[in-house]
C-alpha cells in the first residue's frame, strides 16, 4: 500500500549513479545508460519511502550504477497529475517506468501511448488494467480474504468491527476490501459499525480509529490494512482493551503481536500486507529484460503474501534477514518501518539502511532474479479488463475457517 497524503509535494529528484562498470555491459542508445524513471503517484509515509529507496540502492549498485539514469517522480494524488508526468517522461526517451499507479484504469491511454513508443512499464503493489503493462503484485495472494477469515476465527464468528481501509479508489485497498467482504457477508454474526479511510498511514489510522471509538466503544475487532499500529495507539489512548486485529507489516505491530503484555491486553492477529520489496523486484525485472538477459511471458506477476503470526516473530541482530528473522528492534527502525522490504531471495543485495536511507550495500554487486516467476490470476477491474475471474477468486490461502457460517 501507502503522514499525510494531502500534503504531498511534487518532487523530481535525480538518483546519481557512479563507480565499477561491469565489464561488456549492456548498453542503451549508443552506449548511453538507460533512462529509468520511477513514478510515484504519492508518497510522505514510511511504505513509499521504502519501496523508493530500495529502488534507489539497487540503481547504485554494480553494474546497474554504470548502465542506469534513475529520475524519481511524485505527482501526487490527482490521476490527471501521474497521466501529465508519464507524458512528459515518455516524450524525455524514458526506457523505462517503475511506478506505483494511483488509478487501476485512469493511466490506460497513456500507458498504451508509452507502450507503442517502447517505453517498458512496470508497476509494483497497485496495479493497471493496460495489457501492455507488467504488474508486480501481491494483490492476487489474497491479503483480504485470508486476514478477514483470520479475524473471524479470533471472533468465533460474531462481534462488532471497524474496517480500516488504504486510498480510495487505488487497486489495493479495493481489491483487500473486496476479498475482506467476501468473508465478512458469510457471518451474520459480523457486524461492520464504522468504515474508514486511513490511507495507509499510522498518523490518519490512530486519528480516524479514535473517532471510530467514540461512537463504538464496543468493538471487538479490527481490519486494518497498512497503519495498523496507529489502531493499537488508538486503543491504548482511549484506555480501551487491546482486540483481535488485522494488520500488514509494520515493525511496531510485528513486535507488539509477540510482545506478552501487549498480549495479555488482547491483541491477537498476523502481520500479513503489502511489502515494499515489490519496487525492486520490478525493478531487477525490467533490468533484465532491457539488457536482453530476460524474455518475460506473463504480464501479471504475483509475488508472496507474507503471513507472520505471532509465533513466527523473530527478532534481527543483523542489518537482514538471515537465520529466519523478520522484524528489526525499536533501537534500529522506527515502528513505522514496513518489515517486508527486505527479501534474501530476489534482493540479496539491499540491507535495512538501504530501505531507510537509499544506499547501496558496499561491495554488493546485483545479482540475478530466479528463472522462475508466479504467475497472477486475472482479476478484471484490477489488472485486466475483458478478461475472467478465476471461479475460486478468494480462495482463502493462509488460514482455515476455523467457525462455520
Known amino acids: 500500500m501507502k503522514s499525510n497524503w494531502t500534503k504531498t509535494l511534487l518532487a523530481t ?66 490521476p ?40 517498458l512499464f512496470f508497476m509494483y503493489d497497485a496495479t493497471v488494467t493496460e495489457n501492455c503493462a507488467y504488474n508486480v503484485s501481491y494483490l492476487s495472494s489474497g491479503f483480504g480474504e485470508n486476514t478477514a477469515q483470520a479475524l473471524v476465527n479470533e471472533l468465533g464468528g460474531k462481534g462488532k468491527i471497524f474496517l480500516s481501509r488504504g486510498v480510495p479508489g487505488n487497486s489495493v485497498d479495493q481489491r483487500h476490501t473486496d476479498g475482506a467482504m467476501s468473508v465478512f457477508k458469510k457471518y451474520p454474526g459480523i457486524q461492520v459499525v464504522a468504515e474508514y479511510y486511513s490511507y495507509w498511514d499510522d498518523r490518519t489510522t490512530q486519528q480516524e480509529t479514535a473517532k471510530a471509538l467514540t461512537a463504538h466503544p464496543d468493538v471487538d475487532g479490527i481490519w486494518a490494512q497498512a497503519g495498523e499500529y496507529g489502531a493499537i495507539q488508538a486503543l491504548l489512548d482511549a484506555g480501551h482493551k487491546l482486540v483481535p486485529m488485522t494488520g500488514e507489516n509494520s515493525a511496531g505491530f510485528r513486535l507488539a503481536l509477540a510482545n506478552p503484555d501487549m498480549q495479555a491486553k488482547g491483541l491477537k492477529g498476523v502481520s500479513a500486507g503489502s511489502p515494499p520489496a515489490q519496487s525492486g523486484y520490478a525493478f531487477k525485472l525490467a533490468m533484465e529484460i532491457l539488457t ?62 538501504s530501505a531507510l536511507n537509499g544506499t547501496p550495500v558496499a561491495g554488493a554487486t546485483i545479482q540475478p532474479l530466479p528463472a522462475e516467476v508466479a504467475k497472477a490470476n486475472n482479476e478484471p477491474g484490477i489488472n485486466c479488463d475483458n478478461c475472467e475471474a478465476a471461479a475460486d477468486l478468494y480462495k482463502l490461502t493462509k488460514v482455515e475457517a476455523t467457525v462455520q457460517p
Do not use: H
Request: include cysteine; hydrophobic fraction near 40%; aromatic fraction near 8%.
Open 13 to 78: 529528484a535525480v538518483v546519481a549513479v557512479s563507480a565499477l562498470a561491469l565489464a561488456g555491459p549492456a548498453s542503451a542508445k549508443d552506449g548511453d545508460k538507460f533512462k529509468v524513471y520511477l513514478s510515484l503517484s504519492y508518497s510522505g509515509n514510511a511504505w513509499q519511502s521504502e519501496a523508493a529507496n530500495i529502488v534507489k540502492a539497487l540503481a547504485a549498485t554494480p553494474p546497474y550504477d554504470q548502465q542506469v539514469e534513475l529520475i524519481e517522480n511524485i505527482s501526487g494524488t490527482d
Open 80 to 119: 490527471q497529475a501521474q497521466i501529465s508526468a508519464y507524458e512528459s517522461m515518455i516524450d524525455d526517451g524514458a526506457d523505462a517506468i517503475i511506478s506505483f499507479p494511483i488509478s487501476s484504469t485512469a493511466l490506460n491511454r497513456t500507458i498504451k501511448r508509452g507502450c507503442e513508443q517502447g517505453v
Open 292 to 353: 536482453k538477459k530476460r524474455e518475460l511471458e506473463p504480464m501479471n506477476i504475483e509475488y508472496p503474501l507474507p503471513w507472520v503470526p505471532a509465533s513466527a516473530v523473530k527478532v534481527c541482530t543483523g542489518d537482514s534477514y538471515v537465520d529466519g528473522c523478520n522484524v528489526f528492534p525499536p533501537e534500529k527502525v522506527p515502528s513505522s518501518f514496513v518489515s517486508e522490504v527486505l527479501s534474501p531471495t530476489l534482493l540479496p543485495e539491499v540491507n535495512v539502511e
